[in-house]
């Protein structure tokens, strides 16, 4: 996904909602923060999103816009309307978190969690496709090993197991 896709998809979630302000979440919400990304991050086609005071609307972002419709078969990107409990995110984001607001959203705000809490969510989901992720973020020197480690201890409820997988595994980066 490009970022002019990301702020496509914005413009029709406030158009579908009526709602101004999203918070992004995923892979591509890097975009907010980060104005060229690495190929490796930019895989995903779709923008997990939900409007920040209605959150319950991004069913109807689903049915719209989301994977299936119309939309998405025209444009080969789509928005997966998602909640505030789908990502665990490291305490403190909010006060973190990248807001934007470019004349394409045509005055929506999209607000995103910083690079590092984005990438320590992604980093307790302990999934292969996020661990490519982190790597290609790492390796363009866009997220610092050890500011990522210490947001990974800042997340809630992970599981002992896995964040000794985690930090194993971003050891090799330091």
């Not at 896709?5 to 406030?14: C, D, G, L, T």
């Not at 990522?148 to 090799?172: H, M, P, T, Y």
């Given at each position: 996904m ?12 406030k158009a ?8 992004l979440?995923?892979?591509?919400a890097?975009?907010l ?19 920040l ?9 689903d049915?719209?816009i ?5 939309f ?14 789908t990502?665990?995110l490291?305490e403190?984001w909010?006060?973190?978190?990248i807001?934007?607001s470019?004349?394409?959203?045509d005055?929506a705000?999209?607000?995103?969690p910083e690079?590092?809490?984005l ?5 307790v989901?302990?999934r ?6 982190i790597?290609a973020?790492i390796?363009?020197?866009i997220?610092?090993?050890m ?6 201890g800042?997340?809630?409820g ?17």
């Amino acid at each position: 996904m490009r970022r002019a896709e990301v702020a496509h998809i914005v413009r029709a979630a406030k158009a579908i909602t009526s709602e101004r302000e999203f918070v992004l979440i995923g892979s591509q919400a890097a975009h907010l923060s980060i104005e060229n990304l690495p190929p490796e991050m930019l895989q995903s086609g779709e923008l997990d999103i939900y409007p920040l005071r209605h959150p319950d609307l991004a069913d109807l972002l689903d049915g719209a816009i989301g994977e299936g419709s119309s939309f998405h078969a025209t444009r080969g990107y789509y928005a997966q309307g998602v909640g505030p409990e789908t990502a665990k995110l490291p305490e403190g984001w909010k006060d973190r978190a990248i807001r934007v607001s470019t004349p394409p959203m045509d005055g929506a705000v999209a607000i995103a969690p910083e690079i590092h809490d984005l990438c320590a969510s992604k980093a307790v989901a302990n999934r292969p496709k996020d661990r490519e992720y982190i790597e290609a973020a790492i390796t363009a020197k866009i997220v610092e090993p050890m500011i990522l480690n210490k947001r990974i201890g800042q997340v809630e409820g992970v599981d002992a197991d896995v964040l000794d997988v985690v930090r194993g595994w971003l050891s090799s980066f330091a």
